[in-house]
């Protein structure tokens, strides 16, 4: 028997966080094993309970959700937590520096419980999660700020000559937020094939998951191009 994903709930909000308990606990393969109402909260629990996930709201008094991310699930950290930000729209900037803190995904707060279970099921497994109406709300919207580095020959941009044609395409789609079966589909390949390809692809840019790829994607400047474009 697989051990349950064991689960940290942290929301300021009582009644949403009493419900994000509810919806996860009564399903057969997680555990709930604690909750934080604010940040500082959230980081303690998480190094005393050591959960596998933790679904992290972005606003929280005492230290806010990105910090509270940065400080779990950051390059200098040495904790194995995943995040799991749950966000409104009109908060999408900040939602952007929790990916870049180290989210390993982000949906929205109003979002039907079934995409929440899936969600921390998703993330529990490793992958990623971005929605590609919400990697293409968010992320795009702030494209201009992420593009430092699009110049062709800047360091950045030449990280990418690493990568195969094949697997510069699949960059590009995973950009879009297309999931693996997608891409499989937009390319005609299989779905272990894509796999592989997405693998190399984060081997080679020395990138912890998905949500890395498409923010170097945006950086670079080459988010939003067809496939078939020259690079």
């Known amino acids: 028997m697989t051990d349950p994903i064991r689960v ?20 057969p393969d997680m555990e709930v094993v604690g909750d934080a109402a604010d940040g500082l909260t959230a980081v303690r629990k998480t190094t005393e309970l050591r959960p596998d996930v933790v ?17 779990i699930a950051g390059p200098d950290s ?3 937590a995943r995040i799991l930000v749950v966000t409104t729209f009109n908060v999408d900037a900040y939602v952007y520096e929790a990916l870049r803190a180290g989210a390993s995904g982000f949906m929205l707060k109003d979002a039907p419980p079934p995409e929440l279970i899936n969600a921390v099921r998703t993330v529990a497994r490793g992958e990623s999660l971005l929605a590609p109406v919400v990697t293409r709300t968010l992320i795009g919207r702030f494209a201009e700020h992420l593009r430092p580095s699009a110049a ?7 990280r990418l000559d690493v990568l195969t044609p ?5 960059l590009l789609l995973v ?22 390809y997405v693998s190399r692809i984060l081997t080679k840019l020395h990138l912890r998951d998905r949500v890395q790829a498409v923010v170097l994607a945006y950086r670079t400047g080459i988010a939003g191009h067809s496939p078939d474009r020259n690079r």
């Open 166 to 170: 094949r697997e510069y395409e699949v």
């Open 78 to 80: 040495e904790g194995t």
């Open 152 to 158: 062709p020959t800047s360091p950045e941009r030449k």
């Open 55 to 71: 679904v992290m709201d972005i606003r929280m008094p005492k230290l806010d959700g990105i910090e509270a991310t940065r400080r």
């Open 175 to 196: 950009s879009e937020g297309l999931s693996n079966a997608e891409i499989a589909a937009e390319l005609v390949i299989g779905h272990e094939t894509v796999k592989t």
């Open 8 to 27: 940290l709930v942290c929301e300021d909000q009582a009644l949403v966080r009493a419900g994000f308990v509810t919806i996860l606990s009564a399903q």
